[in-house]
């Protein structure tokens, strides 16, 4: 028997949430599956949608165990490239969401779902990363894939307190850049500054409505991972042939802009999708997260959680009341 967190939905679909006892025999089936004993997992967004009354519009199937992410070891295999005791990692294929997550101490998944721990990272290192970092250095790789070099100029890194831009700012900072690192809390600026940031932009300053469709070139690079409103201001203010790599909806899907910055300016909009990355590019994301991610920052980043403590951080992460990363030790 293990322990998941279980959310069933009744006759009257109200949800509820609870820690549940479950046999090897309630893990869905998969074929050519790989069992899981679970280790670290995370809270992002998407899972405060998923613990959310509803499901959040997310989640596919009651009862269900959310968890958008894990790190563990290998139990069994079906699967001929991993065997027992290999350290593992996954992210994205709706982990979480269609399919059972990381919020349970055992997890079946597809084989062509996991990735190998690069050399270097441990397990609870890997998830204070998560699918948020790992998202941040597929930001960072397109970016640099479309000619960002740290001798362009500034960087801007929008919800940079969140997962993603927290993540990002280390990254970026790491390898040379000059992040400029955008919130709205005035209280994370010391953080900000400690993950590396050159300067914190006030979110007040990038908020205001597009009025013309040019500013000033200011910035080299963008990760975006806020949308809507903020990022239809950024892009007028791309350098020639500068790239935002967008990764998040937090402001929303709409992008109220022209086509201006894109002619004009020749700016590139890269969208980010973790969900599905195909596998030679997860590896080597997480193998970059391994050599471009400087380790000590991870504990700036991290709040570590159990099991019992999700429901709370879901309605915490959805009211942005969450700094960085949170790590769920679900043997805690």
Known sequence: ?????????????????????????????VDGGVTVAVEYS???????LCLSPGGGGLVRNYPHVPGIDFAGTVEASEDPRYKTGDKVVLTGWRVGEAHWGGYAQKARVRGDWLVPLPEGLTTRQAMAVGTAGFTAMLAVMALEDHGLTPDKGEVLVTGAAGGVGSVATAILAHLGYQVAAVTGRPETAAYLKDLGAARIVPRAELAETVKRPLE??????????????????????????????????AGGAKLPTSVVPFLLRGVNLLGIDSVMKPFD??????????TDLPMDKLADMVQPAVLSDLPQLGQDILAGKVKGRVVVDVNG
């Open 216 to 249: 000033s070139e200011t910035w080299a690079g963008c990760v975006d991972a806020v949308g809507g409103d903020m990022l239809a201001r950024v892009l007028g203010q791309m350098k020639y042939g500068a790239s935002v790599a967008a990764v998040g909806l």
């Open 42 to 48: 995370t809270v992002n967004y998407k899972d405060g």
């Open 281 to 290: 590019g997860r590896l080597k994301a997480w193998e970059r997260v391994a």
């Open 1 to 29: 028997m293990f322990n998941a967190l279980v959310v069933t939905k009744d006759d009257t679909d109200t949800t509820s949430v609870k820690i549940t006892p479950l046999s090897e025999d309630d893990l869905p089936h």
